[in-house]
Every structure is written in structure tokens, then in C-alpha cells.
């Protein structure tokens, strides 16, 4: 009777797995029509084809089970169809509907596909398309688009991205799902991801520890990276980027295939500016920075599965504008000799999922190094350090209807910091960092209209140091650390559809942050301060409710949303008020309970009458205050955004033709933490026009964009030139060219 039955479970699990799945059909606009080119992708699988001639397409070895199918069209507005596979051939047809905004999309950042109304934590989607983004040669600049983002900058060079008011540690960057380990801890580091290869970019605003574990307490960024090429296809895109403020050029290629089963890629790109010049023309010593780059990918998928290998290398060499640098430098140039960080961040990383029936599992592996060096003099070596981390992910996809999803998993990383060949300065001691998590996820759909989702996840932490010097040495002497934490978070959160146009969200999520190795060790100069190091810290606790309402119909979009953040035990730096024997500040690392509220507003407007006019507005505020009454360090100033469009079909030599203005003003900022200073209000207007042009057969996508036309001089709050009296950067004329092409 065992044999049996084993060998009918073993018969049932060979049918599921060996099942034909296929899915065809025709896409076509209201009309009835075929429309040709538009995009059919699977994103659980990593496929996709494009209709052809008559609207006809065809998706083949698809597995069995529930997965989300996106249909896009440029015009249309997006169609995403849920389907269960059994093994048999699924005849889709589709109707897509004609409209100037656009609608909403497949998003990966929420623990599983879902589109962006599914989840009751709002993620919003930044589409990285060149001829849409602002053109700068500071890449975290195109993410302050999304409102409730900003960025700390160092100049074009070195930025990092902050979130309702969190930063550095508090924001988890992912490249592609993979959590980005590469010093993320210092303002005066670089974000470390280019803009090339990357489809879109997912954010979400506010604590979401329950899905990423620490560091997410303020919100996630994920660059999604781009599609691979349509089954059956080679095609690939040359870019060339000109930037007037950096002397800047950038160069990026990439070429990617794709066969029934298989796919692959490769991009290479390289950038190299000069110092930029501030608000009314002078320079800024030391602010150029050079980049290069390499990503590839190779992958197979079936209906038994999908296996995915990715390998991304960044090198960057970044000019420190520092007192010693800004004295010596008094000709502007773009090669790194004196004074400059570099890093090298190698990463590789598998992502799996595989189909069992009616449960999917998601088995996902990285492994990053980077060594980041900072040079004083020529070939002086201050700083070498290394930081290798390996990460690792297992979830598990439970049986579930349309209206379901159900999700239990395992995360973990293990890292180690090393310095290298005994420099000057010890920043950081040598570390091991573990940590193991464990979660569990619940959406449910009740009446077609109210979903709720909720999760609880509980991580365990250890950081373990050796120490630097010996205990009579007490001027350079830190004693080892041995520190266990242990935290629980979790949300529950809700959306409801009043209506086909109207949308509801909540959510309530305690989140939690450990200290990192640099708020608990430091104990030397870091650039321009003395950074002390508190081994006593404990980790922060958030408690977030947010509301946001959604309301479109076919010509404009609405959106608002409020929070509310209590921080207990808030980690910040600030200074102390004394300085070193040689008169640098000391900052040293505390604690402070916290409050941080404020909210977004955004208006997207398409007039009827006027067909190809675009009016794009929004708002973002925030506020953050330490228990005793003091405004947090790195709180942005509220911000206001316009953008009049005009698009048109065609437009003398330009086809899909647009032309922008936008305007952005920071108000005032006179909420300063004890450590910093306010800083007065600024407007700046930019304007670019763009478009497609036909060359014969080869389609080439132009832009010419000037920021900040009237070269205004300025400084924004969150600029830490601040700190040498310097200011942002002045008028940028910038050249945008893209040549995609198609072997096959």
C-alpha cells in the first residue's frame, strides 16, 4: 500500500511539473484593432513577447499555478490579467484603453507581484526613460522626483537618498531585491548603483522591517532592473550623455537575447566629470568624480521554473571637497590625484523560483564585496577597508486563490569588515556581522473591495569586533565588542476600493534599527569631523500610520498621504563641542526619542480639450523633532513641484515630441538641528525638449535639457557643502542621446 501510494504521489508530482502550459491571444486598442508592439511580460518568469503584425502573441513553457500578467502599450493605459495555469493551453484576448496617464503597474518590493493598488503599503515607481527623467550627472537627483525624497549631496559625485526625513542607515537601498552593502552608513559616501540597466525604480515611504529586516525603518529603494529582450530577439541601446556644468561625458552599452528557454546580457558604462561649477560660475575644488562599470546576466526559464545569475561591478573614484583639498586645488580638473575616495564593489547574486504545483518557492543568494580607500596626498593611503557580505533569502509561496496570498520565509546575511595593509587610520575596527530572520505574510481580499495585509517577523543580530590598539595606547585604544540584539516588527494595513477610481490605504508598522558598526565603534577623523563611536546604543524602534487616498479618472490623477513616525531611541550625530588637539570637531553618536510627521500631495492633469498638454504638480512636507525640542539633523525643507508638458505625435523632424518646464522651490528652513544652520528659501527652473527620430530604419532618441536656467546661487539645506561654505550647482546644459537597435 506505501508503494503505492508513493507511486502515485511521484505520478501527480511528474503531471504537475511536466504539465504544457501556453497562453495566446490578441491585443487590441478600443477600437478593435491590432496593436502591434505591445509588451507582454510575466514577471514570476522573467518572460515576455511583444505582439506582432496582427496583434498576435504567444507565451510558451509557462508553469503551473497563479501568476500576473502585465500588458503595455505607450498610450495605454497598463492591463494586468491574473490567471490560474492547469496545465492547458489559455486563449487571452485583450483590450487595452487609450489614455495620457499613466495607470498603475506590477511591483516587486511588497514581498510578492502585486500591482501597485493591491498593496496596503504604497509604493510608488519612478520609470527610468530618458526622454522623461531629468538629465544630471547626479543620479540620486532623478529620485527627488518622487515626493517625499530628497538627497544629502556632496556635489555631483556623492549623494544619498532620503525618505520623509530618514537616511543613511534608516533607508534600505536593494539592487534588485538584493540588500546593497557598501559603507551605506556616512553621508560623505556614494549611493553606488547607476542609472543603466535599470527598468524602473521602486520606493517605498516608511517602515516596511517586516519584508527587509533592519536598516528599512525609513522606507526601501529597489532598482528593478530592465527587462530581458523579448523571446527570440537580440536588441540592445547605446547612450551618450554630454553635461555643460561637469565637462561631463557618459558612455553606456548594452545588448541582450533571449531564446524560448534562455537569456542573457551584457552592459558596460563609463562617466567622467570635472569639477562642476556653483550658482554664478566659480568651481568647487575636488568635486569631480569618475565611474565605470560592468552588469551581466544569464538565466533559463521553464515551466519547472526560473533561474536567474546576475554580476554587477562598480569602480568609483570620488574627489572629497575638504579644507586640505580646497587649498591645494586651483585648477579645475577631472582626474583624481589627491584627497578622493575610490571603491570597487563587486556582487554576484542568484535569484530562483521554483514551481511545485500549487506552491512556488523563491530561493535567492548574494554574495558583495567592496573595498573602499580614501587617498590623502598623491599614493598616501588613509583609510583601506574591506566589507564582504553574503546574504541569502528562502520563501515560500502557500497555496492561494485570486483573492490570497500567503507567505512564510527565512532571511539572513553574514558579513565581515577587514582592514587592509595596516593604514594610518583604522575608521571602522575588523567585525563580524550575522543576522537570521524569520517572517510570515497574509493578504486576504474581502467583497472584491477591501484587502487586508499583516505580518510579523522576528531577527536575531550579532556584531562581533576585534580591538584596535592596546589598552595603555589610550588615545587610539578600542576595546573589542560583543553585542546580541534581538528584535520582533510587523504591520497590518489595509486597502479599499470605494470605487473603480477612488482608493483608500492604511497601515501601522513597527519597525526597528540596529546600531551599525560605525555608530557603535568609531573613534578617528572621518573628512572634515573626529567621529566618536557609542558602544552603549540600542536600537530604534519606529511606529508609523500613514493614510493615503488614490482618485483618477481617464485625464487626471489625485494623490494624498499623511504620516505619523514615533522613533524611540532615535540613533544621530552631532557634535559635541570640542575639538582634537590639531582643532577638528568631535561629533560623537547619541540617542534620542523622536518624532517625525508631515505628509505628500501630488495632481496630475490632462486636459481634454487640450490633448497634448500635461500639468503635474506636488507638495512634500516633513518635521522632525528630538524629545527635548531639538529639530533633527537631515530634515529637507518642504518642497513644491510644477511641470507643464506638451507632447505631440509629431513635430517637424521629431516623432513622440515633447517639451518641458519645471519648476522646483524649497522653502525655507528654519527647523535646524542644534548642529546645523538655517537655510534660506530657493526657486530654480528647468527646461528640456526631446524626441524620436527616424533615421531610415534606425530609430534614435534625442534631449537637450538645461537645469537651473538662470544659474541661480543656492544652497540647499541637506548639502553638506554647507560645511566649507560652498554652493550647489549652477545652469547644466546636458545632451541625451539613445540608439537601440535589434539584431534579430
Given amino acids: 500500500m506505501k508503494n503505492i501510494f508513493i507511486a502515485c504521489a511521484m505520478i501527480l508530482l511528474y503531471h504537475g511539473i511536466n504539465a504544457q502550459n501556453s497562453i495566446t491571444g490578441k491585443i487590441t486598442d478600443q477600437d478593435n484593432l491590432p496593436l502591434i508592439g505591445a509588451s507582454i511580460f510575466v514577471p514570476d518568469m522573467n518572460k515576455g513577447t511583444v505582439s506582432n503584425s496582427n496583434g498576435n502573441y504567444e507565451l510558451l513553457n509557462l508553469a503551473n499555478g497563479k501568476i500576473k500578467i502585465q500588458i503595455s502599450f505607450i498610450g495605454y493605459a497598463n492591463h494586468i490579467e491574473t490567471v490560474d495555469l492547469k496545465g492547458k493551453n489559455l486563449n487571452l484576448n485583450i483590450q487595452l484603453k487609450q489614455?495620457?496617464?499613466?495607470?498603475?503597474?506590477?511591483?516587486?518590493?511588497?514581498?510578492?507581484?502585486?500591482?501597485?493598488?493591491?498593496?496596503?503599503?504604497?509604493?510608488?515607481?519612478?520609470?527610468?526613460n530618458p526622454l522623461t527623467i531629468r538629465s544630471t550627472p547626479n543620479f540620486s537627483e532623478v529620485l527627488t522626483q518622487v515626493p517625499g525624497v530628497d538627497m544629502i549631496s556632496k556635489g555631483s559625485g556623492v549623494s544619498k537618498p532620503v525618505i520623509r526625513g530618514l537616511s543613511m542607515n534608516d533607508i534600505l537601498v536593494l539592487n534588485n531585491g538584493v540588500r546593497y552593502e557598501n559603507y551605506q552608513y556616512s553621508s560623505h559616501h556614494p549611493l553606488g548603483i547607476d542609472e543603466f540597466g535599470i527598468e524602473d525604480v521602486e520606493i517605498i515611504k516608511g517602515p516596511a522591517s517586516l519584508l527587509f529586516g533592519s536598516d528599512a525603518i525609513g522606507g526601501v529603494i529597489n532598482f528593478i532592473k530592465e527587462k530581458p529582450a523579448p523571446v527570440g530577439s537580440i536588441t540592445g541601446d547605446y547612450n551618450m550623455q554630454l553635461f555643460s556644468n561637469t565637462l561631463g561625458m557618459t558612455n553606456n552599452l548594452g545588448i541582450k537575447g533571449a531564446s524560448k528557454k534562455f537569456f542573457g546580457g551584457l552592459r558596460i558604462g563609463q562617466k567622467t566629470n570635472a569639477d562642476f561649477l556653483q550658482g554664478g560660475g566659480s568651481f568647487v575644488p575636488n568635486s569631480r568624480f569618475n565611474e565605470m562599470s560592468i552588469k551581466a546576466n544569464t538565466g533559463y526559464t521553464d515551466k519547472i521554473g526560473t533561474f536567474k545569475l546576475y554580476y554587477d561591478f562598480n569602480n568609483q573614484k570620488l574627489g572629497l571637497v575638504e579644507d586640505e583639498a580646497i587649498e591645494e586645488i586651483t585648477n579645475r580638473g577631472r582626474e583624481n590625484k589627491i584627497w578622493y575616495q575610490q571603491l570597487n564593489t563587486h556582487l554576484f547574486s542568484s535569484q530562483n523560483k521554483l514551481y511545485l504545483n500549487k506552491f512556488k518557492l523563491d530561493i535567492n543568494l548574494a554574495f558583495q564585496n567592496t573595498e573602499l580607500i580614501h587617498f590623502g596626498e598623491v599614493d598616501v593611503f588613509e583609510i583601506q577597508m574591506k566589507l564582504a557580505t553574503l546574504t541569502y533569502e528562502m520563501k515560500l509561496h502557500l497555496p492561494s486563490k485570486e483573492s490570497s496570498e500567503y507567505i512564510i520565509g527565512f532571511q539572513g546575511f553574514n558579513q565581515k569588515n577587514t582592514n587592509l595593509n595596516n593604514r594610518e587610520t583604522k575608521l571602522l575596527p575588523d567585525a563580524l556581522t550575522n543576522n537570521y530572520s524569520a517572517f510570515g505574510l497574509l493578504q486576504y481580499t474581502f467583497f472584491r473591495k477591501l484587502k487586508l495585509q499583516t505580518g510579523f517577523r522576528y531577527d536575531f543580530k550579532s556584531i562581533t569586533t576585534n580591538a584596535i590598539s592596546l589598552p595603555t595606547d589610550t588615545m587610539t585604544y578600542r576595546a573589542p565588542l560583543d553585542k546580541y540584539f534581538g528584535s520582533f516588527s510587523g504591520s497590518l494595513g489595509a486597502?479599499?476600493?470605494?470605487?473603480?477610481?477612488?482608493?483608500?490605504?492604511?497601515?501601522?508598522?513597527?519597525?526597528?534599527?540596529?546600531?551599525?558598526?560605525?555608530?557603535?565603534?568609531?573613534?578617528?577623523?572621518?573628512?572634515?569631523?573626529?567621529?566618536?563611536?557609542?558602544?552603549?546604543?540600542?536600537?530604534?524602534?519606529?511606529?508609523?500610520?500613514d493614510f493615503s487616498i488614490h482618485y483618477h479618472i481617464d485625464n487626471l490623477t489625485f494623490d494624498i498621504a499623511g504620516f505619523y513616525n514615533i522613533v524611540n531611541n532615535y540613533i544621530f550625530i552631532t557634535p559635541t563641542g570640542d575639538t582634537t588637539n590639531s582643532g577638528i570637531n568631535i561629533f560623537e553618536y547619541k540617542q534620542s526619542n523622536s518624532t517625525l510627521f508631515g505628509g505628500e500631495?501630488?495632481?496630475?492633469?490632462?486636459?481634454?480639450?487640450?490633448?497634448?498638454?500635461?500639468?503635474e504638480t506636488t507638495f512634500a512636507i516633513v518635521i522632525g523633532k528630538q524629545q527635548n525640542g531639538d529639530y533633527l539633523p537631515f530634515v529637507p525643507a518642504h518642497k513644491l513641484r510644477f511641470e507643464l508638458r506638451a507632447e505631440k505625435e509629431k513635430f517637424i523632424f521629431l516623432q513622440k515630441a515633447y517639451l518641458s518646464l519645471n519648476t522646483s522651490t524649497a522653502f525655507n528652513q528654519n527647523n535646524a538641528a542644534p548642529d546645523e544652520t538655517v537655510t534660506s528659501a530657493y526657486s530654480l527652473l528647468d527646461l528640456s525638449i526631446g524626441g524620436n527620430i527616424k533615421i531610415k530604419n534606425q530609430s534614435v532618441s534625442l534631449s537637450i535639457s538645461v537645469n537651473n536656467i538662470l544659474d541661480k546661487k543656492y544652497i540647499d539645506h541637506l548639502s553638506t557643502l554647507k560645511e566649507v561654505n560652498l554652493f550647489n550647482p549652477g545652469r547644466n546644459i546636458s545632451v541625451n542621446l539613445k540608439i537601440p537597435f535589434r539584431i534579430k
Avoid: C, M
Fill in 601 to 615: 500631495v501630488g495632481l496630475h492633469v490632462h486636459p481634454k480639450p487640450i490633448k497634448w498638454l500635461h500639468f
Fill in 495 to 545: 486597502t479599499y476600493n470605494f470605487s473603480e477610481k477612488l482608493l483608500f490605504r492604511a497601515n501601522f508598522a513597527a519597525a526597528y534599527r540596529t546600531p551599525n558598526l560605525a555608530e557603535l565603534t568609531s573613534n578617528g577623523q572621518h573628512e572634515l569631523r573626529y567621529e566618536i563611536g557609542n558602544s552603549d546604543l540600542i536600537p530604534e524602534n519606529a511606529y508609523e500610520t
Fill in 99 to 128: 489614455t495620457a496617464i499613466e495607470a498603475e503597474e506590477i511591483v516587486v518590493s511588497g514581498g510578492y507581484n502585486s500591482t501597485q493598488h493591491d498593496n496596503a503599503v504604497k509604493i510608488d515607481i519612478l520609470k527610468l
